[in-house]
């Protein structure tokens, strides 16, 4: 299969867990990072006991309209639905995956594909769903149809239809997408208007312009097309993604900052975007700019490149970035880069014995490599580090990819070991890690998990305050209000009642928010939360009987 896992290593720093190609080092928080399992059974697509997590493959739908000006549409469904389907459980395969199998299988890109060239290219490629499409235009109705493939049973789905007015391309998309959900799992989604409507709004001529941007086959026609992509829709984090790597693959560092930088925190283009800026920040100088942009990323997908590459710039900043490589060594003994850094950061903190050691093993892994060699003589020689130290090396490839694909795998197997465990045990494990995810800092993967254990057991109280906490944390108040209710008519407890009380607070409903403080802490008097709305209640009510001072 064309899943590239022997691209990266992870680091968390707990026991390792080998997979294929790839040492994980796991960590009850990050190893379920982002990816969490939601439901995968439905009457169509045959239903087991562990949820698994699917990979889906979208291929370009095919343009059976004569209307000259819309070939372009064709590439722009696996964009929108991918936006659209992604989610904890569902991996889609993104277009760079896809041309990649394509090339290694020797298919032409844009090329119609046979049913069985389609076949043979999901058997490769390891995946669980293919979306197969058409579209067409009169010059008045747009129209496009879908399929899904199953390739665990061979079948293909009902086709899905959806039509209007081509000015209408991207709700049409959505509610595409909204349609083969369905297919998948008809009980797990909201309605079709409020999906259709949640899209971003990205302008349909931003949309042609990036799609033609990134088929455009010199880098001039690239930029022009994907600058006016931004121009139109400024915040249009996937145009500004492909325009900034584009900067930087051309040298232009200064440039690429600026469009990078601009990429939402929140977006999912986020970690990517931050990566390329911390290497274009890297390489203009700008250490400070580097450092923090790597530190964003490692603190949401702790790729073993970007740990390593915090500690080259905390060394060009004078700092002592011991640390982070051994992290990096520990992580992956078998990259000769990783031993190289340690070895020279070592020196620096005046630790020539374990230098040596270090350097020895970076010649062992690689044997033509004449800096470590040299450095290695020299500091042999001399048993000291020589007057000037090489560089320490930064890494410029970046694979969340293979992180999300091996995470995902990682999930399958918890979940098929937890599918005999019964479902109060099954639920229980999805809470605890809902909890963990929730305390560093990852709200939706933490409800995610929160929303799998009550699929899996929807009478765990636990579960249901946890995902009001989730909500609450979203802004979400009525969706939390409603979970914290639903736990308590489950079992009483005193987080249910202080999410209750939180959220009479920042309603400004004090009598309200007492009583539940009050419950809650007669539940439990040591709950810190509790006594924290209990105290802030004082506050307030403190605050508004302070007498007005004289002028």
Not at 107 to 112: F, L, N, Q, R
Not at 239 to 255: E, F, H, V
Request: charged letters at 20%; proline letters at 3%; hydrophobic letters at 40%.
């Amino acid at each position: 299969m064309f899943k590239r896992l022997h691209g990266s290593r992870i680091f968390t720093g707990c026991n390792a867990i080998i997979y294929p190609g790839l040492k994980l080092r796991t960590h009850s928080a990050f190893l379920r990072l982002l990816l969490t399992i939601l439901t995968a059974g439905s009457a169509w697509c045959a239903a087991t006991e562990a949820h698994m997590a699917n990979t889906l493959l979208i291929l370009p739908f095919e343009n059976q309209s004569h209307a000259p000006g819309i070939e372009w549409i064709s590439e722009s469904f696996p964009v929108v639905l991918n936006q659209r389907m992604s989610s904890g459980s569902m991996y889609i395969i993104g277009r760079d995956e896809r041309l990649y199998a394509f090339d290694r299988l020797g298919i032409p890109a844009g090329v119609k594909l046979s049913r069985a060239t389609v076949f043979e290219v999901a058997q490769q490629m390891d995946v669980d769903y293919v979306v197969l499409g058409h579209y067409n235009f009169d010059g008045q109705n747009f129209q496009a149809s879908a399929q899904l493939l199953d390739m665990k049973t061979f079948r293909l789905s009902s086709e899905v239809s959806e039509s209007g007015p081509l000015t209408n391309l991207i709700d049409l998309q959505s509610a595409l997408a909204w349609d083969l959900l369905r297919v998948l799992d008809p009980n797990q989604l909201a309605s079709r208007n409020q999906f259709v409507t949640a899209s971003a709004p990205i302008r349909l001529d931003a949309l042609e312009n990036y799609i033609r941007g990134i088929m455009a086959g010199s880098d001039a026609e690239k930029i022009k097309r994907l600058r006016e992509a931004v121009r139109l829709s400024p915040s249009y984090s996937l145009a500004l993604l492909q325009l900034g790597k584009t900067y930087y693959a051309q040298r232009d560092y200064k440039d690429a900052v600026a469009v990078l930088k601009q990429v939402a925190k929140d977006s999912p283009q986020a970690l990517e975007a931050n990566f390329y800026a911390g290497l274009s920040s890297y390489y203009t100088g700008d250490f400070a700019t580097a450092e923090t942009s790597f530190a964003f990323v490692a603190s949401e997908m702790p790729l073993t490149e970007v740990y390593n590459n915090l500690g080259v710039v905390s060394s060009r900043r004078g700092k002592n970035a011991v640390e982070f490589f051994h992290k990096t060594v520990q992580a992956d003994p078998k990259d000769p880069d990783y031993h190289f850094n340690l070895g020279v950061a070592l020196l620096r903190a005046g630790d020539t014995a374990g230098a040596l050691a270090q350097l020895r093993e970076a010649v062992a892994l690689h044997a033509e490599d004449k800096e470590a060699k040299g450095l290695l003589d020299s500091v042999t020689l001399s048993h000291a580090a020589p007057a000037s130290l090489p560089l320490e090396r930064i890494k410029s490839n970046y694979d969340e990819t293979s992180f999300r694909e091996l995470a995902m795998e990682i999930d399958n197997v918890h979940e098929q070991r937890l599918a005999n465990s019964g479902p109060q045990a099954h639920s229980d494990y999805h809470v605890e890690q809902g909890i963990n995810l929730l305390m560093q800092g990852f709200v939706t993967e933490a409800e995610n998990e929160f929303e799998e254990a009550i699929r899996t057991n929807s009478l765990n109280a636990a579960a249901h305050s946890g995902l009001a906490r989730t909500r609450e944390k979203l802004n979400d108040f009525a969706g939390a209000r409603s979970e914290a209710n639903l736990a308590l008519k489950l079992q009483p407890s005193a987080e249910a009642h202080t999410i209750l009380g939180e959220l009479s607070l920042k309603e400004g409903d004090m009598q309200r928010a007492q009583a539940e403080s009050d419950k809650a802490l007669a539940l439990d008097s040591s709950y810190a939360a509790a006594q924290a709305v209990h105290h802030e209640i004082a506050a307030r009510l403190a605050e508004k009987a302070q007498p007005l001072q004289k002028p």
